[in-house]
């Protein structure tokens, strides 16, 4: 049985821990420079400096805007990033994936943590989240994700926590096709309810 996973709001105080997750070889393969423009994260001449990590996550930390970010704390200790954002702010990626309708939230999770790795903390994180966070805004009844088709444990994390793949799709930028899954709020019609 897994400790009580709890989610608190990124911090200033969490960008170095963050900056190290991103460094890290089993992050930056799916987070990294490589994976898409925006990206942090690498080995060397890649590897997220402080002050970059700073300039892209430290003003939403200061001013909330569209991307709800938050740490996964696992016995009392971080162990990972977990975010979600309504994917009207983001409409060409949303056309990207054919989530078009109102209503989607997109979600982005990962374990940064060696020791937490590999024990289902990813999927019961992503659970707990969507049900008692995502659902709980305003108009929000979809969730939506997408890993690389070629990341079969983030999509495995994902389909234990009650997603399902909808289709894979090319988004601009990014060097992999993307697996498009998707839980629907409970009670919702459609595929990927839980």
């Not at 049900?131 to 805004?137: D, E, N, Q, Y």
């Not at 998707?182 to 839980?194: D, F, I, L, Q, T």
């Amino acid at each position: 049985m897994l400790p009580t996973i709890a989610f608190r709001a990124l911090a200033r105080r969490d960008l170095e821990m963050l900056r190290g997750w991103l460094n890290r070889p089993e992050v930056y393969e799916w987070w990294g420079r490589h994976t898409g423009p925006g990206s942090l994260g690498g080995a060397g001449a890649d590897a997220a400096t402080g002050a970059e990590v700073a300039a892209k996550y430290g003003p939403e930390i200061d001013a909330p805007g569209t991307t709800h970010r938050f740490i996964i704390v696992l016995g009392g200790r971080g162990v990972g990033l977990i975010q979600w954002y309504d994917l009207r702010d983001f409409p060409d990626y949303a056309c990207a994936i054919g989530e078009l309708s109102a209503g989607a939230a997109g979600i982005d999770v990962l374990i940064g943590e060696p020791a937490a790795m590999g024990r289902g903390i990813g999927s019961a994180a992503l659970e707990q989240f969507v049900r008692s966070i995502v659902f709980a805004a305003n108009g929000i009844i979809r969730a939506v994700a997408g890993p690389a088709t070629t990341n079969g444990r983030s999509i495995r994390a994902f389909e234990k926590a009650g997603f399902v793949r909808a289709r894979d799709v090319p988004v601009s930028g990014k060097p992999v096709r993307e697996a498009v899954m998707v839980r629907r709020k409970e009670g919702e019609p459609g595929p990927g309810g839980a």
